[in-house]
């Protein structure tokens, strides 16, 4: 699970680094759900409606700058992920 920085702003599962946000309004454009509504553009992204949030990471993906956005999954919301080839048997 990702640290928590004192200036972090933490809304919810929605952790935004305000030192690392150029603010370019990416993550408000590109979430589906509008969890960021009524933030203004040039500005740290405003979490409106954390409980809308459903995780599909677009916010993170599309932010240019690793780290400045991060969500942390709910562990009843993480899916297990099993790698098939783990299941074959290695040749010798």
Avoid: W
């Avoid at 409106?48 to 949030?53: L, S």
């Amino acid at each position: 699970m990702p640290s928590v920085a004192k200036s972090d702003i933490v809304d919810c599962n929605i952790i935004i680094d305000p030192n690392k946000c150029t603010r370019c309004g990416r993550c408000v454009e590109v979430c589906s759900e509008d969890v960021f509504f009524g933030s203004v553009p040039g500005e740290v992204p405003t979490v409106t409606y954390p409980e809308e949030c459903i995780y599909f990471n677009c916010c993170v993906y599309e932010c240019p700058v690793p780290g400045a956005i991060r969500l942390r999954i709910p562990l009843p919301m993480s899916l297990l992920y099993k790698d098939e080839e783990q299941d074959q048997d290695i040749p010798e």
